[in-house]
C-alpha cells in the first residue's frame, strides 16, 4: 500500500435529515440523523483507508469528549492519527449539518478553540512509503511544512482550496490544486469558472482545477481549460463528498494514475458518496468503486 498523509481539518458532525431547508424559526422534525466524524482532512483521510491507502492525519484537537470521540471515529476506519496533536482545556470542532430531500446541505460550524501553530513534528511524519500530502487550510502551518517535506521525497503535494489559504506560499508549494467552486469565485471575482481558472494559469503552479459538484470539474491543460463532467447518480447527501474527492485523487497520484485517471477515480468515489446519507460514512470501498467504474466503462 501506498502512504497518504492528510493534514487539516477534523471535526465531529451532527447530521439532520429533512425534506426541506427550514425557512423561519421554530421547531423542525428530522426524519434521519447520524452522528459522525468530519472535517476536510479527516473525512479525505477515511476515504484513504477505504479506497486501500495507507492513511494517516495530522490534525489538531482539544483533550475533550468531541475529540475522543473524532480519533476513535477515525481508529475504526482504519487512520493513523498519531500524527495529531491534543491540546488540555481546548475545545474540538462541532457542526450541526441540515441535509434536504434534494441532497443539498446547511451547515452551521464552530470549529473549535484557536490550536497552536506549530507543525514541525510533521517533518517527521512523512514516511518513505507515503507519497502524497493533502492538505486543507484550516492548518497552514501544518500544509506548507507537510508539503515541503513530501516534495523533498518526490511525491505530490495536493491542496484543497477551500477556503482559499491566507499565506500564499501553501499555494506555491503544492503540485496540484482543486478549488470549490465558491473559493474559486471568491478568489478570482469571477463568476466563470473558466474564465476564473485561466485567469490564474500564470500566477498559480502546478496543476489546477475547480470543482463544481454536479457539473463536474473543470482543469487547466496549457492554455486550454477542459471540463471532466460529473458522474449522473441520484444524489441522497453531498455532504463530505468534495473531501472524498480530494482524499481519492490523491491516492490514486500516489498510485501513479495521471491526473485525468485520478479526476475518473475521484469523481467516482464523490458521485458514490452522494448516493448515500451520512456525511463520510457514505465513501465506498475500493471493490464498490472498482465495480461503479466497470459499469460505467
Given at each position: 500500500?501506498?502512504g497518504?498523509?492528510?493534514?487539516g481539518?477534523?471535526?465531529?458532525?451532527?447530521?439532520?435529515?429533512?425534506?426541506?431547508m427550514?425557512?423561519?424559526a421554530?421547531?423542525?422534525r428530522a426524519?434521519?440523523?447520524?452522528?459522525?466524524?468530519?472535517?476536510?482532512?479527516?473525512?479525505?483521510a477515511?476515504?484513504?483507508?477505504?479506497?486501500?491507502?495507507?492513511?494517516s492525519?495530522?490534525?489538531?484537537?482539544?483533550e475533550d469528549?468531541i475529540?475522543?470521540?473524532?480519533?476513535?471515529?477515525?481508529?475504526?476506519?482504519g487512520?493513523d492519527?498519531?500524527?495529531?496533536?491534543?491540546?488540555?482545556?481546548l475545545?474540538s470542532?462541532?457542526?450541526?449539518?441540515?441535509?434536504?430531500?434534494?441532497?443539498e446541505r446547511?451547515?452551521?460550524?464552530?470549529?473549535?478553540?484557536?490550536m497552536?501553530?506549530?507543525?514541525?513534528h510533521?517533518?517527521h511524519a512523512?514516511?518513505?512509503?507515503c507519497r502524497?500530502?493533502?492538505?486543507d487550510p484550516?492548518?497552514?502551518?501544518g500544509a506548507?511544512?507537510s508539503?515541503?517535506a513530501?516534495?523533498?521525497?518526490?511525491?505530490?503535494a495536493?491542496l484543497d482550496i477551500d477556503p482559499?489559504?491566507?499565506?500564499?506560499?501553501?499555494?506555491q508549494?503544492?503540485?496540484?490544486?482543486?478549488?470549490s467552486?465558491q473559493?474559486?469565485?471568491?478568489?478570482?471575482?469571477?463568476?466563470?469558472?473558466p474564465?476564473?481558472?485561466l485567469s490564474?494559469?500564470?500566477?498559480?503552479?502546478?496543476?489546477?482545477a475547480?470543482?463544481?459538484?454536479?457539473?463536474g470539474v473543470?482543469?487547466?491543460?496549457?492554455?486550454?481549460?477542459k471540463?471532466f463532467?460529473a458522474?449522473?447518480?441520484e444524489?441522497?447527501?453531498?455532504?463530505g463528498?468534495?473531501d472524498?474527492f480530494?482524499?481519492a485523487?490523491a491516492l490514486?497520484l500516489?498510485?501513479?494514475?495521471d491526473?485525468a485517471g485520478?479526476?475518473?477515480f475521484?469523481?467516482?468515489?464523490?458521485?458514490?458518496?452522494?448516493?448515500?446519507?451520512?456525511g463520510r460514512?457514505?465513501?465506498?470501498?475500493r471493490?464498490?468503486?472498482?465495480?461503479?467504474?466497470?459499469q460505467?466503462?
Amino acid at each position: 500500500m501506498v502512504g497518504v498523509l492528510c493534514v487539516g481539518f477534523a471535526a465531529l458532525d451532527h447530521v439532520f435529515g429533512l425534506d426541506a431547508m427550514p425557512e423561519r424559526a421554530e421547531k423542525y422534525r428530522a426524519r434521519t440523523f447520524a452522528a459522525v466524524g468530519g472535517g476536510n482532512a479527516a473525512n479525505a483521510a477515511v476515504a484513504v483507508a477505504r479506497l486501500g491507502g495507507q492513511s494517516s492525519l495530522a490534525t489538531r484537537l482539544g483533550e475533550d469528549d468531541i475529540g475522543t470521540a473524532i480519533l476513535a471515529g477515525l481508529a475504526r476506519e482504519g487512520v493513523d492519527w498519531t500524527p495529531s496533536r491534543r491540546y488540555a482545556g481546548l475545545q474540538s470542532g462541532v457542526s450541526a449539518i441540515m441535509v434536504d430531500a434534494a441532497g443539498e446541505r446547511m451547515i452551521v460550524n464552530f470549529p473549535g478553540a484557536p490550536m497552536p501553530d506549530d507543525a514541525d513534528h510533521l517533518r517527521h511524519a512523512i514516511t518513505p512509503d507515503c507519497r502524497a500530502v493533502m492538505a486543507d487550510p484550516r492548518w497552514e502551518k501544518g500544509a506548507l511544512v507537510s508539503f515541503e517535506a513530501i516534495r523533498r521525497q518526490g511525491g505530490f503535494a495536493v491542496l484543497d482550496i477551500d477556503p482559499a489559504p491566507r499565506d500564499p506560499a501553501v499555494i506555491q508549494a503544492a503540485t496540484h490544486i482543486a478549488a470549490s467552486a465558491q473559493a474559486l469565485r471568491l478568489m478570482t471575482g469571477i463568476e466563470d469558472l473558466p474564465t476564473a481558472l485561466l485567469s490564474l494559469r500564470d500566477t498559480l503552479p502546478g496543476w489546477l482545477a475547480v470543482t463544481d459538484g454536479p457539473r463536474g470539474v473543470f482543469y487547466l491543460a496549457g492554455d486550454a481549460v477542459k471540463h471532466f463532467p460529473a458522474f449522473a447518480v441520484e444524489a441522497v447527501d453531498s455532504l463530505g463528498a468534495g473531501d472524498v474527492f480530494h482524499g481519492a485523487f490523491a491516492l490514486a497520484l500516489a498510485e501513479g494514475m495521471d491526473e485525468a485517471g485520478a479526476l475518473r477515480f475521484a469523481s467516482a468515489a464523490a458521485a458514490i458518496k452522494c448516493t448515500r446519507f451520512g456525511g463520510r460514512d457514505g465513501c465506498p470501498t475500493r471493490a464498490e468503486l472498482n465495480a461503479f467504474l466497470m459499469q460505467a466503462a
